[in-house]
């Protein structure tokens, strides 16, 4: 089954930095407004950062000058560069298109993929 595939986590020290990639095969991301997603453990997952289709960018706070979404269009990918990341950044990272854009909130057009994972730890 194709679905969205997410790659790029791994474990990093307090201020460290990843960059997150993501992919769906068949999907032409450009064409959507798309997000990045974090669920922190025993937490609900929530929007952190999406793309519209015309490349504007919006953060939520938490992550506002730290994190980076982008996309390239000639590979189909999406990514997320993440610097100067806290033990609050730890979780699980997932992509998705998003039907209504509301930073905190959950609303994607897609069935889940597997997610990445991201460990900020010293």
């Known amino acids: 089954q194709v679905q969205l595939v997410e790659s790029g986590g791994g474990l990093v020290q307090p201020g460290g930095s990843l960059r997150l990639s993501c992919t769906f095969p068949?999907?032409?991301?450009?064409?959507?407004?798309m997000g990045w997603y974090h669920e922190a453990p025993g937490k609900q997952r929530k929007l952190v950062a999406y793309i519209t289709h015309t490349d504007f960018t919006h953060y939520a706070d938490s992550v506002k000058g730290r994190f980076s979404i982008s996309r390239d269009n000639a590979k189909n990918m999406m990514y997320l560069q993440m610097n100067n990341l806290n033990p609050d950044d730890a979780g699980i990272y997932y992509c998705?298109?998003?039907?209504?854009?509301?930073?905190?909130?959950?609303?994607?057009?897609?069935?889940w993929g597997m997610g990445t994972q991201v460990t900020v730890s010293s």
């Open positions: 068949g999907r032409t991301l450009s064409r959507y407004n």
């Open positions: 998705n298109a998003d039907g209504l854009l509301k930073l905190g909130g959950v609303f994607p057009l897609w069935d």
